[in-house]
């Protein structure tokens, strides 16, 4: 049962892709949701609709969680689906985006799935099967030093530069790791980890569609993903949240850097 919605999750992403058009396409017509910093083109609500069209046709009792819609929301299985993690990016680069699926289980983590489109890089997870970017597999590296690390983080304003009662210390983390990155999609930047391309994560605010799938790809690679407080993420709750390649080093960054 679970192998074949995983199967079916990795066919209509990559098929969810197609959705996309070519590069070189002119302008990417989008709108404001949420104020100049929250937009949405008509791509990701086709893409929405396209994959809950998909997933409602082939497992009719279950429910979805979207970005861009409301879709029928209970069920044994729960879908959440970004259907572009890092809209800016799609409209300003054309790149450094993700469709994002991720599957839960009764409340428990099943699979997830996060197709960088420009890239095409699929990286795919399912709880206790190992982390993929296509056919390779991810495990995340032994780097402990702090001064080799690079740090990401989605929106700096949040983490380093607006007021909060971590700001500091973040900041010190700041200073001391080799260099800190803001890619702008959170998808995109857990996968990074897991895939050894980055080292350590915050972000001030992060909505079940944009983590849900990618950290599970990040915890069977063997990294670790909590909240600020060091609690287990909320499923279905917006939060800040911190990850890191090893449990150690998040370990060690909560202790040393979590205070003023
Ligand atoms: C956004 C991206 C961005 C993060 C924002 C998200 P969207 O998702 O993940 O990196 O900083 O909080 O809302 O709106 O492009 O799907
Ligand atoms: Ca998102
Ligand atoms: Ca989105």
């Given at each position: 049962m679970e192998y074949s919605r995983y199967g079916l999750a990795v066919e209509i992403v990559r098929e969810a892709g197609k959705i996309i058009p070519p590069h070189n396409t002119s302008q990417i017509e989008f709108e404001e949701k949420n104020g100049h910093s929250d937009i949405v083109s008509k791509y990701d609500k086709q893409i929405e609709t396209y994959l809950s069209g998909e997933i409602l046709t082939a497992f009719p009792s279950d429910g979805i969680i979207g970005e861009e819609m409301k879709h029928p929301d209970s069920g044994d299985w729960i879908w959440y689906v970004d259907?572009?993690?890092?809209t800016t990016n799609f409209v300003?680069?054309?790149?450094?985006y993700a469709i994002s699926l991720g599957c839960y289980h009764n409340g428990k983590p099943a699979f997830g799935v996060v197709y960088d489109v420009a890239e095409n890089r699929m990286y795919h997870a399912q709880v206790g099967r190992g982390a993929f970017c296509n056919n390779d597999r991810l495990e995340c590296g032994k780097r402990t030093a702090l001064e080799e690390m690079l740090l990401y983080t989605p929106i700096i304003q949040a983490t380093l530069i607006d007021a909060h009662p971590l700001r500091s210390g973040m900041r010190r983390l700041a200073r001391d790791v080799r260099a800190v990155r803001s890619l702008g999609s959170v998808a995109l930047e857990l996968c990074a980890l897991a895939a050894g391309e980055a080292d350590l994560f915050i972000a001030g605010c992060s909505c079940p569609w944009d983590h849900n799938a990618a950290r599970i790809i990040l915890e069977e690679s063997g990294g670790e993903i909590r909240t600020w407080e060091n609690d287990a993420l909320p499923l279905d709750a917006k939060t800040n949240v911190i990850a890191a390649r090893q449990k150690s080093v998040l370990d060690k960054v909560v202790a040393e850097y979590w205070t003023d």
């Open positions: 259907p572009i993690d890092g300003n680069q054309r790149k450094n």
